[in-house]
């Protein structure tokens, strides 16, 4: 059995910065869709192909295809304590995806990340500067929000109906950050 911990929250917000130092620390897989979808444009797979428009112009991609590659991936994690999803579930056909392998996959709690969009464009235009991300522009950035709004945004209370969930305050000071997050574990 892996227990998962989900973390949501908007494009910008720190989550893959935070998930990698707790899955470092807790001997948790740092499982994030995004880099592998990213891995998959640069190694020019068939589903890279797919995705790469999508990815450039911040749309998501299609779930059945996340799906897949998601649950493919938690079944090769057999030797950690659990793991972090970051960047999914984002939609709620993928939420129900993870219902269906609850037996196995059983999530422990839900991280929801809060920052306000202004700090948030900011952050990410600033990331890309460097990151080389070609879906770190301010067009972009635009579609990436709306489309959290829209899609990912309600699956916060599709979670607090049934998990547990923690609000982190996502503005500040990355290391005070991890504190506060740390805390929950
Ligand atoms: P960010 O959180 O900054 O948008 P990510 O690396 O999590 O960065 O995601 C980058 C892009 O990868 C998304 O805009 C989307 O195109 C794609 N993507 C990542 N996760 C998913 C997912 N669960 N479902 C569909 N598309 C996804």
Redesign the pocket.
């Known amino acids: 059995m892996t227990e998962l911990i989900i973390f949501l929250?908007?494009?910008?917000?720190g989550?893959?910065t935070q998930a990698s130092r707790l899955a470092e620390d807790k001997n948790l897989a740092h499982i994030?869709?995004?880099?592998?979808?990213?891995e998959h444009v640069s190694n020019n797979t068939e589903l890279g192909k797919t995705?790469k428009s999508?990815?450039d112009?911040?749309?998501?991609?299609?779930?059945s295809?996340?799906i897949e590659m998601?649950i493919d991936r938690l079944r090769s994690e057999k030797n950690k304590d659990g793991a972090i999803l970051?960047?999914?579930?984002?939609?709620l056909a993928?939420a129900n995806s993870l219902d269906k392998i609850s037996e196995n996959f059983p999530i422990s709690k839900v991280i929801v990340f809060d920052a306000n969009h202004e700090e948030l464009i900011k952050r990410?235009l600033h990331r890309g500067e460097t990151s080389g991300?070609s879906?770190?522009t301010k067009d972009?950035i635009k579609?990436?929000l709306d489309?959290?709004q829209k899609d990912t945004e309600p699956l916060i209370e599709y979670y607090e109906k049934n998990n547990s969930t923690i609000k982190i305050n996502a503005v500040g000071d990355v290391e005070d950050i991890y504190n506060l997050l740390s805390k929950e574990f």
Do not use: H, W
């Open positions: 929250g908007p494009p910008g917000a989550k893959g994030s869709t995004g880099d592998m979808l990213r995705a999508l990815l112009e911040g749309k998501l991609v299609p779930d295809l996340v998601l970051d960047g999914f579930p984002r939609t993928q990410i991300r879906d770190d972009s579609v990436r489309v959290y």
